[in-house]
């Protein structure tokens, strides 16, 4: 099994639909983080979470919510999908201790029409 | 703001041959650099990691360096192999903080048999 769990992996939906992104690790890593991906744009970080209690604003934060619901367990949310939310997204953990290597997930594939 | 820059978008080398692929940077003074490759469909994968007060890491077929004077950095893989072929990153850390992490767009590299 894949230390870094995503689901969907993929997922079409209609603009201004609610979508959560779910992502769950076996690392057993503190840091958990969230990007898109997007040709051209590379990746860039939403959301990230040093540890349960711990919630912080990336990059790209706008219209995106996250849910750090235990050390394991971290969800990305779109109250109200927009077309330009169409995109790979990764979720992706590291050692608090470590230099910051990351470790991603497979991937979800989300398409907003 | 920082800028990286990763050489053409796309790279085709012969197998054999060495392939050698660049990174620089602007507007940022990293900690290290990490290296990551991606195949189409998953997630990125951690290779390397160079600190700044070192000029050059290796791993098997795979060489780092680092120079912070002219803000680059060079990856280079030795004997490529059609497995090679995927695309690869290149990251900035800082020296704190988890929004410190700043990726490359990426190169795609295609070793021909």
């Known amino acids: 099994d894949a230390d870094v769990t995503q689901t969907p992996r993929n997922r079409i939906t209609k603009t201004g639909k609610r979508i959560m992104l779910e992502c769950s690790q076996t690392k057993g890593h503190d840091r958990m983080y969230w990007y898109r991906q997007d040709p051209g744009l590379g990746l860039r970080l939403i959301y990230y979470?040093?540890?349960?209690?711990?919630?912080n604003k990336g990059e790209i934060s706008d219209g995106y919510s996250v849910s750090r619901q235990a050390q394991a367990k971290f969800s990305l949310s779109l109250e109200s999908a927009i077309p330009n939310q169409t995109a790979l997204y990764f979720c992706?953990?590291?050692?608090?201790?470590?230099?910051?290597?990351?470790?991603f997930g497979e991937g979800s594939r989300l398409t907003v029409l | 703001s920082q800028k990286i820059e990763q050489n053409s978008e796309a790279l085709n080398i012969q197998e054999g041959k060495t392939a050698t692929l660049t990174c620089n940077y602007t507007n940022y003074s990293p900690a290290y650099l990490q290296w990551y490759r991606q195949d189409p469909g998953r997630g990125p994968v951690f290779l390397l990691l160079i600190r700044e007060n070192e000029k050059e890491k290796r791993k098997e077929r795979l060489k780092v360096t680092f120079d912070t004077t002219l803000k680059q950095s060079l990856f280079h893989i030795t004997a490529s192999q059609p497995a090679d072929s995927a695309t690869y990153l290149c990251a900035l850390v800082g020296r704190t903080g988890a929004n410190n992490l700043f990726f490359g767009t990426g190169t795609r590299l295609t070793v021909i048999p």
């Open positions: 992706a953990t590291s050692d608090a201790g470590g230099t910051g290597e990351l470790f």
């Open positions: 979470s040093f540890d349960v209690k711990d919630i």
